[in-house]
């Protein structure tokens, strides 16, 4: 199976005001996040990408567009990448949710967690690892893929993948714009690289 570059998209306002976008329409690149995805992209420019995969959210459709451009590749949009359906909490600010018991148990016991008339981090792990598996399995052994998504996505595939509990994927940190890479191969994967983030000009 493949290696995967799990790209998490560039700064958006939302990310700068603490602000959680979920899956909420119209949430763009900033300026930051504009130079960010070109950044990324120079810093990439030599990896024969086969693929570039996105989730449909306006942000991360953005961010692979120019490793998708450099490689005459048209951006793969994709609902099993989406964010975390976050229910009522889309929108609101970290302070605010801060101070929600219910936040404590997002954080230190995730497994039982569910976005108040959202997922529940559970499904939402299965659905992502079930989509970086069939993506992997359209692709040959020594392909390299985009797939553009986001944080808690990311290190939820990523825990996975590493055999973290569920309950400790927290303690991954995944920024704005950055690159981890997994070698999937049999059943067996190996993380060579943890939230890489180019240079910015």
Same mark, same amino acid.
């Given at each position: =199976?493949?290696?995967? &570059?799990?790209?998490?998209?560039?700064?958006?306002?939302?990310v700068? %005001?603490?602000?959680?976008?979920?899956?909420?329409?119209g949430?763009h690149?900033?300026?930051?996040?504009?130079?960010q995805?070109?950044?990324?992209?120079?810093?990439? #420019?030599?990896?024969? &990408?086969?693929?570039?995969?996105?989730?449909?959210?306006?942000?991360?459709?953005?961010?692979? +567009?120019?490793?998708?451009?450099?490689?005459?590749? /048209?951006v793969?949009?994709?609902?099993?990448?989406?964010?975390?359906?976050?229910?009522?909490?889309?929108?609101?600010?970290? #302070?605010?949710?801060?101070?929600? %018991?219910?936040?404590?148990?997002?954080?230190?016991?995730?497994?039982?967690?569910?976005?108040?008339?959202?997922?529940?981090m559970?499904?939402?792990?299965?659905?992502?690892? /079930?989509?970086?598996?069939?993506l992997?399995?359209m692709?040959?052994?020594?392909?390299?893929?985009?797939?553009? &998504?986001?944080?808690?996505?990311?290190? &939820?595939?990523?825990?996975?993948?590493?055999? =973290?509990?569920?309950?400790?994927? +927290?303690r991954?940190?995944?920024?704005?714009?950055?690159v981890?890479?997994?070698?999937?191969?049999?059943?067996?994967? =190996?993380?060579?690289?943890?939230?890489?983030?180019?240079?910015?000009?």
């Amino acid at each position: =199976m493949p290696t995967v &570059l799990l790209i998490r998209h560039g700064e958006n306002d939302y990310v700068k %005001k603490q602000r959680l976008a979920g899956r909420l329409p119209g949430v763009h690149l900033n300026a930051r996040g504009q130079a960010q995805a070109a950044a990324l992209a120079a810093a990439l #420019k030599d990896v024969r &990408l086969a693929a570039v995969y996105s989730s449909p959210l306006e942000r991360a459709v953005e961010t692979a +567009q120019p490793l998708a451009a450099a490689r005459e590749l /048209n951006v793969v949009r994709r609902k099993g990448l989406l964010e975390s359906d976050l229910g009522e909490w889309e929108g609101k600010l970290l #302070k605010t949710l801060r101070r929600d %018991k219910r936040w404590a148990v997002l954080q230190s016991k995730p497994s039982l967690f569910r976005f108040p008339g959202g997922e529940g981090m559970l499904e939402q792990q299965a659905r992502l690892v /079930n989509e970086i598996e069939s993506l992997c399995a359209m692709h040959k052994p020594k392909d390299i893929i985009a797939c553009v &998504l986001h944080a808690d996505p990311i290190k &939820l595939i990523i825990a996975h993948y590493a055999g =973290m509990p569920l309950d400790q994927f +927290q303690r991954l940190n995944i920024s704005t714009a950055s690159v981890s890479t997994l070698h999937i191969h049999n059943g067996h994967a =190996m993380l060579e690289r943890l939230n890489w983030v180019a240079p910015e000009a």
